[in-house]
């Protein structure tokens, strides 16, 4: 339904009073198509504060009349969109999350202490604590760095779901934090997919020392063996400890379960640290390069075919359809004008350096002798 003559009177002094000393208005357009709202108020014009201020003296009146505000820009223009509604409030489903963060724990003992014998399966308990514990450590910590930076800004954000996978692949296929509304601006969006990645390695570094400094180096198994990549990293961590760049002249290490939970902690990161969509790697380069980002999934997804040909390990076949499909959609924040300041900028690039730094070409590969 458009706005009536009488009810677009209201609303521009509700605007007017709302931008007072904030924004110089130049002109309205109302009904105005934006995102999924069909009926947005459009104001062009000038700002008179930094946009920072701007949209915190705006948001704060117009919620008054129950309104949101938007920055955007739009060529060289500066613009602010306002459309009657509220943020989402969410009540944290912590039954549900408790739920499967136990499961996913169980699904990663599962797959760390399930061992065949002559006699069957059996399950080793130390062997499985070993993995379990460690890797479900790290993917707390991960997950938990986005959530508690996530709330300190009072983002409307879900808790971690853990993903079980019994027994397949790793145990797990990580967690999901679900955003249901838009963050204030591109700081805070960059320091919520920033947090995660950190936190996450905090742990998974020492973890990863511990556990490479009570494996042993021995020579490569005569017998089929799954054999995990070399990130940068990773290469280095181990050529520090053991003085040479390994696997080579036949020897590798022979990992534990501690120290392949922390290999795995460095994989899931470098693959949340992809700088695409809605993963960390994605709010770090959208947040420091804007829109201009969107053809990035389109170069990656080329990357990935190109690698699961080249190297034929297909699961990056499986991780160019995913960006395929949820990629190319970015967290875009309510204020999309306010820019990275030095310090956020600093943060964003270490993020992307530490994609490059813990990217795995061939995560595993099957070794036949």
Known sequence: MSTDSLVQGRLTEQLQAAVADAFLIESIRFDVAFGRFGHAIRLSGRFLVPTARAYDLIAGR??????LIFFRREGKEE??????GTLPRHRPRWALAALLFVATLASVFLTGGLQETRGGMVINWREGLAFALPLMAIL?????GHFLVGR???MAISPPFFI??????LGTLGAVIVMLAPPKNRRQLLQMGAAGPLAGLLLAIPILIYGLSTSSVGPLPDTPFLLEGNSLLYGLVKWLLFGRWLPSGGLDVQLNNIAFAGWVGLLVTALNLIPAGQLDGGHAAFTLFGSAVRPLTWI??????????????????????LLFVFGQVYAVPMDDLTPLDGRHKALAVL?????VLLFTPIPLRLIVP
């Open 62 to 67: 117009a919620a008054a009349y129950g309104l």
């Open 79 to 84: 613009v602010i969109y306002a459309v009657q």
């Open 351 to 355: 993020m992307l350096v530490l994609a």
């Open 300 to 321: 990656l997804i080329a990357f990935m075919l190109g690698l699961a040909a080249l190297t034929q390990f297909w699961g990056w076949l499986l991780w160019a359809g």
């Open 164 to 169: 079980p996978l019994p027994v397949v692949s």
């Open 152 to 154: 300190h800004y009072r």
């Open 140 to 144: 707390l910590a991960h997950e938990m």
